[in-house]
Structures are given as structure tokens and as C-alpha cells.
């Protein structure tokens, strides 16, 4: 596993409008817009990656927060509900946020499992820089330009400053080659199919039936495309997962909450694994998933007051100050 580096993630675009840039320079501003979100500024044009894994993790939940109430930058109030699947990645994101924070991973330098807090990071890290960077393309340059873009994205093309930048973040030497240096596939085609859908619909029904489908295909592409090979294939985080188990009376519960806090005691603002989930299958994970994302879609429907409110709880998390003490 590598060891995390304070890498600078020096930066400086010029403004880029499709009209004037290659698809690859546009790539480039979004690839800098996740790249900086992580990051806290030191100098001018000058930046230092989050020191905690888990402060990182609750700016990327506020991240995918502001994504979904369309509050990011270029977002659109009247096309709020597209981006369906940040709201549920931003609960999600939350999760690892108070997994990180659990006392079994913040006691000693790498928790009770030796390297867990890492590749619950690795994770979040490499994930962020993928989704979040197909959702601000989409968001700042529009439906028509990331269709025809979207098969130019690749890591090894950014423009310079942002090939460095990315190329020093952590665990980037091993990372970008298991999730094919963040080039699209078939399922981020079919999930933003389902945004355009969302978009143009007019009737409710469609619009929910866009959402939907949004959140089930991404979930497809984040756990088979992104988590899979990154994290779950390796036979140590296999280990180490089997692990926790044994430690399961220590170990955080394996559920998804709800709520912008870690715990809560209202069952139906929880949805638990099954039993005999294996978390690093990746077709019994994906039951799980399922059942999340029906549980999800539910409670966005039936209690949509209660879930704006966690959802806008955590939007102001998008750029929470670095702790200043390193539990990582």
C-alpha cells in the first residue's frame, strides 16, 4: 500500500469554453475542480491535499450534497433532481466519513487491521476523482459537449499541470491503471443517458423513472469499474475485511444511515447488509446495493422534507478545515 504524500497540487487554467479548447483541455478544468476540492490552498495557485482521510471524506459527501441541490458551481436550480445518484453518494460518502472516524481506525496510526483507514480512503479518493469529474463536466459544459467528450477523457492526456498534479496524488501509481486511468465505459454512457432523460421529461413518472435508473447504473459502474478493482480485488484488503469480522463486536457496523449523522436509532432511516454479505463479492455486495438504493429511492419520494434537510446538512461540509491533528 503506498504511503500518503503531501503532494502540491499546483494548478492554473486558463478560462475554457468548448468553443476555444480541446475536449482534453476541458477535461482538464474538471479533473482540477476535484483535484482542488481535496485540497487546501497554501499560496497562490498552490495547494496541499486534506491530511484526514475522513475530513476528506465529508467534503466529498458535501461535494456530492451540493452536486444533487444543484448548488455547486454552474449548477441549475431547474434542473434540480438530474443528478440523482450524488444524493445517494453523499449518504454514502458520509458512511466511510464515520467509518474512518470509528476509534477501532483512529486508535493507532492505521487502526486495528493495519492498513484499513488506507484503502477506505484510496477508495473515496479515487472514486471522487472519477464521478465527481463526469458531473462537473456535465454540469458546467453541458449535455451535447460531454456526449461528444466523454470518450476523450483519460488521465494521461490532461493538459501538463494536471497530469503532475494528478500523477502525485496519493496512491496514484496504482491506482489509475486498475480503473483504466478514468476513461468512460458503458455504464457512465447509460447513466447520463438517464440524466438527458430527466432533463427532457415532462411527466413526473419519467422523471422518477430517470432517477431510478440513474442510481442503479452509476452504482453499477462505481462498485464493478472503480471500487472492485481498486480495492476489493487485492487478497491483503481481502484479509483484512475477513478480519474485521472476526472483530465484528469492535468493528463498525456494515449499514448505510440515512442522516447526516453517523447513528441513528429510526430503522427506517437505516438499511443493514444482509446476512452473509460478503463485502469484497462483488455480486453480494451489489444485493445490498440494491436494496439501498430501493430504500433510498423510497425515502426521497415519502419523506423528501427530512432528506433535503441531511442532504443540505452535508452540503456545508464541501470545504470542512483540515483537522489538525493526523489520525491517518
Known sequence: MATKVKAKTNTTLNSCLPTTCTCEELWSVSQQFCL??????????????????????????GTYARFYLETEE??????????????????????????LEHWTLTSTKHGIVVTASDWFGQGNFWLFQDIAGWHHYYSKFGSRVFFNCM??????????E??????????????????????????????????????NARLKNNKLKAQYQNVLIIAEHEQGKILQPLIYEGWRNRREIDSMGMFSW???????????????NTERYISHAPEGTVVYDYDSRMTWINQVAKKFHGLMQTETTYMEIQLRTMAGWYNKADRWVNFN
Do not use: H, Q
Not at 431547474?78 to 458520509?94: D, E, H, T
Not at 470518450?151 to 490532461?158: C, F
Not at 469492535?250 to 441513528?264: N, Q
Open 36 to 61: 482542488k476540492r481535496l485540497s487546501e490552498a497554501v499560496s497562490a495557485n498552490s495547494y496541499n491535499f486534506v491530511d484526514s482521510y475522513s475530513i476528506r471524506a465529508r467534503r466529498i459527501a
Open 74 to 99: 454552474n449548477g441549475n436550480s431547474s434542473k434540480k433532481g438530474r443528478f440523482y445518484w450524488m444524493a445517494l453518494g453523499a449518504f454514502a460518502s458520509k458512511t466511510v466519513a464515520c467509518t
Open 151 to 160: 470518450d476523450k477523457r483519460n488521465t494521461n492526456t490532461l493538459v501538463p
Open 162 to 199: 494536471i497530469k503532475l498534479a494528478i500523477d502525485k496524488a496519493d496512491w496514484a501509481a496504482e491506482s489509475l491503471p486498475k480503473i483504466n486511468n478514468l476513461r468512460s465505459n458503458e455504464f457512465i454512457k447509460k447513466g447520463f443517458d438517464e440524466v438527458k432523460k430527466f432533463e
Open 250 to 264: 469492535l468493528a463498525p457496523d456494515v449499514a448505510l444511515f440515512f442522516t447526516s449523522d453517523c447513528s441513528t
